[in-house]
């Protein structure tokens, strides 16, 4: 056990994060998660993310966007937290064209019901060339199947739910590497079940209190995945930690 002393101070809050080597692995992605808890755990407080985020936490959701090719996010995320199209600042903007990369990540939508509302910004606002994906199965109902088909690009990845596997591998297929899951924790809980998850950037908000819905839901029987601390930044009374998975 080691005590932690105050490292150097990091003027740009991304660059830990910018600086880390993502090697797609065997289904053509690089997987890591975003997400913040309190310190129970705790994934919201009052059904949305909001009151657990603190400033430092809101800032660092916004910039690694900036290093993702996709932001994937379960349905029910996307519906409690009304979410829209990827927005970056200038610089980072810059940064992405000077590495070839287009503006913004989309936005990849996980969803068996299709109950979305195809008329929202999430859908509309959506750059041409960077539409929302909305990844669903084969036996999604077939009117909301033709709405989406209207609204987004669609992915089948499996036939009476979404498989994760399929769904990484149909999102390496339209040429994404890196993919940031902003959740939510049901659907984080999937990709870990299917070892998926190559990375989870945490942070953790000095509160406690939230609602009983951890940062992650594993299926059950699904079997345990360890991960290797890789850094621990804190800003405040908010701590921010990133593990990678690793064997134990
Ligand atoms: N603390 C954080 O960092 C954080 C991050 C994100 C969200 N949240 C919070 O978490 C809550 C929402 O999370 P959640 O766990 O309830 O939901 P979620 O993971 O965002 O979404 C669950 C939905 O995703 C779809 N889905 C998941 N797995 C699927 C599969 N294998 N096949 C097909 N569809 C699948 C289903 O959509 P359909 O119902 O459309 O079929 C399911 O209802 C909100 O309160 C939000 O504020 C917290």
Redesign the pocket.
């Known amino acids: 056990m080691h005590v932690l002393t105050t490292g150097e101070a990091v003027s740009d809050l991304l660059a830990p994060y910018a600086a880390v080597e993502r090697r797609p692995g065997r289904l053509g992605c690089w997987v890591m998660g975003?997400?913040?808890?309190g310190l129970d755990g705790?994934?919201?407080i009052d059904?949305?993310?909001?009151r657990?985020?603190t400033a430092p936490d809101v800032e660092l959701?916004r910039l690694m966007r900036a290093l993702a090719d996709v932001v994937l996010?379960?349905?029910?995320?996307?519906?409690?937290?009304g979410y829209g199209p990827a927005r970056l600042p200038a610089e980072r903007i810059k940064a992405r064209r000077a590495a070839g990369k287009p503006d913004t990540p989309p936005i990849a939508?996980?969803?068996?019901?299709?109950?979305?509302d195809w008329t929202a910004k999430i859908f509309t606002d959506a750059p041409a060339d960077r539409r929302t994906t909305v990844?669903?199965?084969e036996n999604a109902d077939p009117d909301r199947l033709a709405a989406a088909r209207g609204a987004a690009e669609v992915v089948l990845?499996?036939t009476e739910?979404?498989?994760?596997a399929a769904?990484i591998a149909g999102l390496a297929g339209l040429g994404h590497r890196t993919v940031l899951c902003?959740?939510?924790?049901?659907?984080?809980?999937?990709l870990v079940a299917a070892d998926l998850l190559d990375e989870l950037c945490l942070?953790i908000s000095p509160l406690m209190g939230g609602?009983p819905?951890p940062?992650s839901?594993t299926p059950p029987a699904a079997p345990v995945a360890p991960f290797a601390l890789r850094h621990v930044l804190a800003d405040g009374d908010t701590l921010f930690l990133r593990y990678e998975r690793g064997t134990r």
Do not use: K, N
Not at 161 to 164: C, L, Y
């Open positions: 975003h997400m913040v808890g705790s994934a919201a059904g949305r993310v909001g657990l985020s959701f996010v379960g349905a029910q995320t996307v519906r409690a937290e939508i996980v969803s068996r019901s299709l109950d979305l990844i669903t199965c990845a499996g739910r979404v498989e994760p769904a902003e959740g939510g924790p049901t659907w984080l809980g999937e942070t609602d819905l940062i839901v």
